[in-house]
């Protein structure tokens, strides 16, 4: 029984399954995923249950950053297929009872699409579609130091980019060919939402909003100060979470009409905090539905020094965080639960143990933990199969624009290459990008060609066709997991109460629903852990919902054993 998306909050019981589109299926035999691969495996995942397919782009785009730097909002690219092939797809979905949520990519454009084509000219009526800027006062313009501000993109290198054509610098908090659209001019929210609307008219059923929390600039573009030992990234510099965010977030809402046609609406919101989140999800303010936060995948850096900065991560730490977000928005707002996205490493290798001896197990209780958590889950391609990361152990088969500059810039540095690598083959968004692995063919099922991006060798014991044979394996845990929320609404709309928040191998929690509650208790760790028994709610008589292993010790949970037992209620 699949979702009733007439209900206002459908998407507070769906489940989201995220699509990387360049390397899910390739249909054609280029090595490069597609739209015609995507449609040929939908029932994967009508089988796994999901409600929601969420698509990375799929725009006609340059590809300097994968698909991020679109030059056509209203076409497909070749690489992926056609319009037709997305009609196509959208038409497989909804037979399916599977919507439709499409990236939205709107806080910058390609430096190819013709709205900057055209801004370039300074006497073009679009000259304020983007952020263009003079030389720093007393600079000669494109200079070393002439730069307006002292700002650096995402990417490496300055967010400004001097263009001779124009004698002025326009702004890019991210690639060079990624320059920022100016939200300010209202004539370019119009043409984003005109956008919008045509989506939604051709069957789009929401949106994941990239990076949307920068959309709103400061009143005035000046320099700012960078941390101890920091560059001066976006998220340093004074460009997240501007001034009149909340105003373009409920205008969008109102002119595409998001909240009165019940689209799911996600916002990427790097920086943002559990307040801000709340405001921006409250129903009656009509922005977003959900937000996605970052917090939790940033516990693994050394403070103050970024992605790349690796340190141990300690399970209070982690579980203290997910209670911040869970209490924060228990009566106002609402969670997005994710583990594993496109640009992050795999879950079962960050946080799990992907070792022969616990893989399966540590992927299930990750799962478990996480949807049994108060709000929307999201599953990544390949999470359900418990993929791992890539393991590259050299430069070479790296793609990710972001990943190849840290590693420019951190040898050219003298940082020595073994310890970029090993942060690489922790953190790099590569790990996420390997192709998806179908069966143990030469290329996983996935392409007959050359893939664009190295197939995982582990493919021949970890892809779908083993996993779908085998009744005990992670994707049907998943399938379990899936059908429990649909099933209970206790998963839903219960209230989330952490227990044993110092322990350190132990995740232990209850979820409330009138008289229903269901006791969590998983044991996150690669050694035995045991529970005592004045520590949790008595579980004498209780029925178990689902559990990672067969019944044992109850007291003594296996490495990576996790259970939900059902306390009271129906």
Same mark, same amino acid.
């Given at each position: 029984?699949?979702?009733?998306?007439?209900?206002?909050?459908?998407?507070?019981?769906?489940?989201?399954?995220?699509?990387?589109?360049?390397? *899910?299926?390739?249909?054609?035999?280029?090595?490069?995923?597609?739209?015609?691969?995507?449609?040929?495996?939908?029932?994967?995942?009508?089988?796994?249950?999901?409600?929601?397919?969420?698509?990375?782009?799929?725009?006609?785009?340059?590809?300097?950053?994968?698909?991020?730097?679109?030059?056509?909002?209203?076409?497909?690219?070749?690489?992926?297929?056609?319009?037709?092939?997305?009609?196509?797809?959208?038409?497989?979905?909804?037979?399916?009872?599977?919507?439709?949520?499409?990236?939205? &990519?709107?806080?910058?454009?390609?430096?190819?699409?013709? /709205?900057?084509?055209?801004?370039?000219?300074?006497?073009? !009526?679009?000259?304020?579609?983007?952020?263009?800027?003079?030389?720093?006062?007393?600079?000669?313009?494109?200079?070393?130091?002439?730069?307006?501000?002292?700002?650096?993109?995402?990417?490496?290198?300055?967010?400004?980019?001097?263009?001779?054509?124009?004698?002025?610098?326009?702004?890019?908090?991210?690639?060079?060919?990624?320059?920022?659209?100016? /939200?300010?001019?209202?004539?370019?929210?119009?043409?984003?939402?005109?956008?919008?609307?045509?989506?939604?008219?051709?069957?789009?059923?929401?949106?994941?909003?990239?990076?949307?929390?920068?959309?709103?600039?400061?009143?005035?573009? @000046? #320099?700012?100060?960078?941390?101890?030992?920091? $560059?001066? =990234?976006?998220?340093?510099?004074?460009?997240?979470?501007?001034?009149?965010?909340?105003?373009?977030?409920?205008?969008?809402?109102?002119?595409?009409?998001?909240?009165?046609?019940?689209?799911?609406?996600?916002?990427?919101?790097?920086?943002?905090?559990?307040?801000?989140?709340?405001?921006? %999800? #409250?129903?009656?303010?009509?922005?977003?539905?959900?937000? *996605? %936060?970052?917090?939790?995948?940033?516990?693994?850096?050394?403070?103050?020094?970024?992605? /790349?900065?690796?340190?141990?991560?300690?399970?209070?730490?982690?579980?203290?965080?997910?209670?911040?977000?869970?209490?924060?928005?228990?009566? %106002?707002? /609402?969670?997005?639960?994710?583990?594993?996205?496109?640009?992050?490493?795999?879950?079962?290798?960050?946080?799990?143990?992907?070792?022969? +001896?616990?893989? &399966? +197990?540590?992927?299930?209780?990750?799962?478990?933990?996480?949807?049994?958590?108060?709000?929307?889950?999201?599953?990544?391609?390949?999470?359900?199969?418990?993929? %791992?990361?890539?393991?590259? =152990?050299?430069?070479?088969?790296?793609?990710?624009?972001?990943?190849?500059? *840290?590693?420019?810039?951190?040898?050219?540095?003298?940082?020595? !290459?073994?310890?970029?690598? +090993?942060?690489?083959?922790?953190?790099?968004?590569?790990?996420?990008? =390997?192709?998806?692995?179908?069966?143990?063919?030469?290329?996983?099922?996935?392409?007959?060609?050359?893939?664009?991006?190295? &197939?995982?060798?582990?493919?021949?014991?970890?892809? +779908?066709?083993?996993?779908?044979?085998?009744?005990?394996?992670?994707?049907?845990?998943?399938?379990?997991?899936?059908?429990?929320?649909?099933?209970? !609404?206790? @998963?839903?709309?219960? $209230?989330?109460?952490?227990?044993?928040?110092?322990?350190?191998?132990?995740?232990?929690?209850? $979820?409330?629903?009138?008289?229903?509650?269901?006791? @969590?208790?998983?044991?996150?760790?690669?050694?035995?852990?045991?529970?005592?028994?004045?520590?949790?709610?008595?579980?004498?008589?209780?029925?178990?919902?689902?559990?990672?292993?067969?019944?044992?010790?109850?007291?003594?949970?296996?490495?990576?054993?996790?259970?939900?037992?059902?306390?009271?209620?129906?």
């Amino acid at each position: 029984m699949h979702l009733d998306i007439r209900s206002p909050d459908w998407w507070k019981s769906a489940v989201v399954y995220q699509v990387y589109p360049r390397s *899910f299926a390739d249909s054609d035999g280029d090595g490069v995923g597609d739209i015609p691969g995507i449609t040929s495996r939908l029932d994967h995942l009508a089988q796994l249950g999901v409600d929601v397919l969420w698509l990375s782009p799929v725009y006609a785009s340059p590809m300097d950053d994968n698909g991020y730097d679109i030059s056509d909002y209203q076409d497909i690219d070749p690489l992926f297929g056609s319009l037709a092939d997305l009609d196509a797809l959208v038409a497989g979905l909804h037979e399916r009872g599977i919507r439709l949520v499409m990236d939205l &990519v709107v806080n910058h454009t390609s430096d190819e699409h013709p /709205w900057f084509v055209e801004s370039r000219d300074p006497q073009s !009526p679009r000259r304020d579609w983007y952020w263009w800027r003079p030389a720093r006062d007393g600079h000669q313009p494109g200079t070393a130091g002439a730069e307006p501000t002292n700002w650096e993109s995402a990417f490496s290198g300055s967010a400004w980019e001097y263009d001779e054509r124009s004698g002025e610098y326009y702004l890019h908090l991210f690639s060079r060919k990624q320059p920022d659209l100016n /939200w300010e001019n209202p004539v370019v929210r119009d043409a984003v939402h005109t956008m919008m609307r045509w989506w939604v008219d051709r069957g789009v059923d929401g949106f994941r909003m990239d990076v949307i929390n920068l959309i709103s600039k400061p009143a005035r573009l @000046v #320099d700012g100060v960078p941390p101890p030992g920091r $560059r001066l =990234t976006p998220a340093f510099h004074p460009v997240a979470n501007g001034p009149r965010l909340h105003e373009f977030l409920r205008e969008m809402n109102e002119r595409v009409g998001l909240s009165e046609r019940h689209l799911l609406t996600v916002g990427e919101m790097p920086g943002s905090s559990v307040a801000l989140a709340r405001d921006v %999800t #409250d129903p009656a303010r009509r922005e977003l539905d959900m937000v *996605f %936060t970052f917090e939790h995948v940033q516990l693994d850096e050394e403070p103050g020094l970024g992605k /790349w900065a690796l340190r141990p991560l300690a399970l209070p730490v982690l579980k203290a965080n997910l209670d911040l977000w869970q209490r924060g928005l228990e009566e %106002t707002g /609402w969670n997005s639960l994710y583990w594993d996205n496109h640009d992050q490493p795999r879950a079962v290798s960050r946080f799990g143990d992907d070792s022969p +001896a616990h893989r &399966v +197990a540590s992927a299930k209780t990750l799962a478990t933990v996480l949807h049994l958590h108060k709000g929307t889950p999201y599953v990544y391609q390949g999470e359900e199969l418990g993929m %791992t990361n890539a393991d590259f =152990t050299d430069i070479g088969p790296y793609r990710d624009i972001e990943s190849l500059g *840290f590693h420019g810039d951190a040898t050219s540095l003298g940082t020595a !290459p073994d310890t970029v690598l +090993a942060a690489l083959a922790a953190k790099s968004r590569d790990n996420a990008r =390997t192709p998806m692995q179908w069966d143990d063919s030469e290329h996983a099922g996935f392409t007959a060609g050359e893939p664009w991006l190295p &197939v995982n060798p582990n493919k021949d014991v970890i892809n +779908a066709a083993a996993a779908v044979a085998d009744p005990d394996s992670v994707f049907h845990h998943y399938r379990r997991l899936i059908r429990l929320r649909r099933d209970e !609404p206790v @998963v839903v709309h219960g $209230r989330f109460e952490l227990l044993l928040p110092e322990h350190d191998q132990l995740w232990a929690f209850t $979820r409330t629903h009138g008289d229903d509650v269901l006791l @969590v208790l998983a044991n996150c760790s690669s050694l035995p852990a045991y529970v005592d028994p004045v520590d949790v709610p008595d579980r004498g008589g209780a029925k178990i919902l689902i559990s990672t292993h067969v019944e044992g010790d109850p007291d003594r949970l296996r490495p990576w054993e996790s259970k939900v037992y059902r306390l009271t209620g129906a």
